[in-house]
């Protein structure tokens, strides 16, 4: 059926429409709230709940929420009740584990004022803050569309339409999607966001920007015996199972009850399309120095997601006409503190402020020019700024030397407020980073044993995705024939490894391979949006409510 033929969306209108119900798209909201009790502010959400499709690590930095909620401590219902007592860093070889001196570390790397716990249920608490306030969060809802209006300025979104079948047509449960629309939209998608893209693309916000950069982060939840829990110690690494041109290292955080949160991020530069980051970090918890703390213990829950890498020289223009990005739809991670929802938070505010002041100077749907013209000078650009460079030198000099001169770039910001090395280029796009599988010998991945490493379907199990089955596939491969001829010919399917979830499958018939998608698996990291090598594959918002539903992530 062709959009002419479909029955017209209602639509609401509103002061701000937020996508996405994040630490950024809520900070926002309770922001503008606290600035103007009397605007009317709505979330859209797609995951089923909120905190659904939130994964983090996670140690957050508290200078966020300090800003917003300044009594949060005092706070019963706060989520964050461990704060760091050990941080430790680790050189990790096959068989060891050195720990390196805090004292090499520069100041801004210090962990003792974090907390540790789960972003997800951090942001269920920042929803009911929200809520109290008058803010209206409409979780199970995609954002599917960006609406303009005559003049090409952004005047809010429609949510996707609900009873689709996988043939397109509506099916007897058809519902046509929502307008909802606002004199400011802020796009709060988290990275690699599908709507995010599109308006980079029309309205040019990367023309002076370096490529975004990506990681994809894998972790798991594990409750713990208690006599090896050590609750307040973070440790973190980097070096085994990765070679020494491949960016990456692991995350292992003890909180709560007996609870240890453990993980692994894979630099999505890497040349290899054999390597299998899943795999990688199976492999990883092996290490005689980490398995001992696993052995025993239940695997509560698993999730994968892209992470922002490109730092302060890949964040694109902020502000268009009718709205702004916030979060990490821009890429506001610090990449070494592996730390982004301070930040994240902090955009989300310095952005509600100006349009708080707009909406109060009777402005609506022009450009927050002045939300863009602050970022920088900002405590998110200050923190940012200080490692421009560390994720350039690792990509350029591997992660022995790279990691070395990252850190004296950083000492020498912290200490001095200047670099020897300037600003250093991202070069090339995640995509462009692949060799061709001639140039690598396939690996042999230990197979798991089921107490320690685990398969990928028997994970994404714990991640509790679903799909409505009958549904057009999210996944959009712009051309079938360039992914024989290029991804499976020349680089010989690393869809299949680098899909944490076991969506991608390349399937040997008598006519010659075939490309199989599980869409019903997908939870939601977008990593193929990365790192496919043409570019070929498109994520796009299934429909409202699919996806993983963590439940402390």
């Excluded at 005092?74 to 001196?101: H, S």
Aim: glycine share 10%; with cysteine.
């Amino acid at each position: 059926m062709s959009t002419e033929a479909l029955p017209p969306r209602e639509s609401m209108e509103f002061d701000v429409v937020i996508v996405g119900a994040g630490p950024s798209g809520l900070s926002a909201a309770i922001r503008l709230k606290q600035l103007n009790a009397d605007l009317n502010v709505v979330v859209v959400e797609k995951g089923s709940e909120v905190g659904a499709h939130i994964l983090s690590g996670a140690v957050i930095d508290p200078a966020g929420l300090d800003k917003l909620i300044p009594d949060w401590r005092e706070d019963a219902d706060c989520p964050l009740k461990t704060q760091v007592k050990d941080d430790r860093f680790y050189w990790m070889t096959a068989g060891g584990a050195i720990k390196l001196p805090n004292f090499l570390m520069p100041p801004l790397m210090d962990n003792h004022h974090c907390y540790i716990g789960s972003l997800g249920n951090v942001c269920r608490w920042l929803a009911r803050k929200a809520e109290a306030l008058g803010v209206e969060i409409y979780p199970g809802f995609a954002a599917a569309e960006v609406l303009y209006d005559e003049d090409g300025k952004v005047k809010g979104i429609a949510t996707g339409d609900m009873g689709v079948g996988r043939d397109g047509k509506p099916k007897d449960s058809f519902t046509r999607g929502m307008e909802l629309l606002g004199k400011y939209t802020l796009f709060a998608e988290g990275a690699r966001g599908s709507l995010t893209k599109q308006l980079i693309n029309k309205f040019a916000l990367d023309a002076k920007s370096e490529p975004p950069k990506f990681g994809i982060g894998l972790k798991e939840v594990w409750q713990i015996d208690p006599a090896k829990h050590q609750k307040g110690l973070i440790q973190h690494s980097f070096g085994w199972p990765l070679d020494m041109k491949t960016g990456g290292g692991s995350f292992l955080y003890h909180y709560d009850d007996n609870l240890v949160a453990v993980g692994f991020v894979v630099h999505l530069n890497y040349d290899d399309p054999y390597l299998s980051p899943f795999d990688e970090f199976q492999r990883f918890k092996t290490h005689p120095s980490i398995r001992n703390t696993f052995d025993g213990a239940k695997r509560l829950a698993y999730g994968a997601r892209a992470i922002t890498e490109g730092g302060y020289q890949s964040v694109p223009k902020l502000s268009f006409p009718g709205g702004a990005l916030i979060g990490c739809a821009a890429g506001f991670v610090n990449v070494p503190r592996i730390k982004g929802v301070h930040n994240a938070m902090g955009t989300g505010m310095l952005a509600a402020e100006h349009v708080a002041a707009a909406l109060a100077a009777d402005r609506a749907n022009d450009e927050l020019v002045e939300y863009e013209n602050a970022w920088r000078t900002s405590s998110v650009g200050k923190d940012l700024f200080l490692v421009r460079n560390v994720k350039p030198l690792w990509s350029k000099f591997g992660t022995v030397l790279g990691v070395a001169l990252g850190g004296f770039d950083m000492w020498c910001n912290t200490l001095f407020g200047a670099s020897l090395f300037g600003t250093q280029s991202h070069a090339k796009p995640d995509r462009a980073t692949l060799d061709p599988a001639k140039q690598h010998t396939p690996k042999a991945y230990p197979k798991p044993d089921g107490k320690i490493s685990f398969d990928k379907l028997s994970s994404v199990f714990l991640s509790n995705t679903n799909h409505e089955e009958d549904q057009p596939v999210h996944l959009k491969v712009t051309d079938m024939n360039l992914q024989k001829t290029s991804e499976h010919d020349v680089f010989a399917g690393p869809s299949n490894r680098y899909c944490p979830a076991g969506v991608y499958e390349w399937i040997e018939e008598g006519s010659g391979p075939r490309f199989q998608i599980n869409a019903q698996n997908c939870v939601h990291c977008k990593t193929c949006d990365v790192k496919d090598p043409n570019g070929n594959i498109t994520w796009v918002p299934p429909e409202g409510g699919g996806g993983p539903n963590y439940e402390a992530m």
